[in-house]
Antibody, heavy 120, light 106 residues
Framework: EVQLVESGGGLVQPGGSLRLSCSAS????????VSWVRQTPGKGLEWVSG???????YYPDSVKGRFTISRDNSKNTLSLQMNSLRAEDTAVYYC??????????????WGQGTLVTVSS | EVVLTQSPATLSLSPGERATLSCRAS??????LAWYQQKPGQAPRLLIY???NRATGIPARFSGSGSGTDFTLTISSLEPEDFAVYYC????????FGPGTKVAIK
């Protein structure tokens, strides 16, 4: 069974940093691209970063320069380092498996999500 | 950025009825469009990708159509478990999602 399990969410002050992790199992992790997608009641679903099977990274302008996605294929783990956090980064963060190794960001498996709250 | 607009915001129907959901893109996305279903407290579930291809394990009552800027998700006969929120997503230019359509029980 394909499974993604996120961890690392929590409460952080504006300007602070947080690192999210996602542990993958049930599929050949190093042959698929994976992404982080966040969700808020107000802004809905927002893609925040993606990484190809070979390690190429992709970001929307809203987080470029603040967020860094990485993967450790030896540990089947995806990470998201979030710096300079803002109140508007408050959301549930999902890791999501893509349909292919690169260039096909449709998400066919999602984790259960981890809540990040940015507040003083 | 490609902006996706979904209509209606809420669709109130009874089990057994046909549901027709619309997604419109601010520019052409060719057929690079997907549909997801989300139930309360759960992550989204991929239903359709590339406008008309059903994802693995998705029942045949779900179908997608369209190209360019106008897309439709059709649920031919609503089952009780189909009442949920549905999102469209494009991958033509980065990744963006629509705001969702809630299919509610009438």
């Amino acid at each position: 069974e394909v499974q993604l399990v996120e961890s690392g969410g929590g409460l952080v002050q504006p300007g602070g940093s947080l690192r999210l992790s996602c542990s993958a199992s049930g599929f050949t992790f190093n042959t698929y691209a994976v992404s982080w997608v966040r969700q808020t009641p107000g802004k809905g679903l927002e893609w925040v970063s993606g990484i190809s099977a070979s390690g190429g990274t992709y970001y929307p302008d809203s987080v470029k320069g603040r967020f860094t996605i990485s993967r450790d294929n030896s540990k089947n783990t995806l990470s998201l380092q979030m710096n300079s956090l803002r109140a508007e980064d408050t959301a549930v963060y999902y890791c999501a498996k893509e349909l292919a190794a690169v260039g096909n960001p449709y998400f066919d498996c999602w984790g259960q999500g981890t809540l990040v709250t940015v507040s003083s | 950025e490609v902006v996706l607009t979904q209509s209606p915001a809420t669709l109130s129907l009874s089990p057994g009825e046909r549901a027709t959901l619309s997604c419109r893109a601010s520019e052409s996305v060719s057929t690079y469009l997907a549909w997801y279903q989300q139930k309360p407290g759960q992550a989204p579930r991929l239903l359709i990708y590339d406008a008309s291809n059903r994802a693995t394990g998705i029942p045949a009552r779900f179908s997608g159509s369209g190209s360019g800027t106008d897309f439709t998700l059709t649920i031919s006969s609503l089952e009780p478990e189909d009442f949920a929120v549905y999102y469209c997503q494009q991958r033509r230019n980065r990744v963006t999602f629509g705001p969702g359509t809630k299919v509610a029980i009438k």
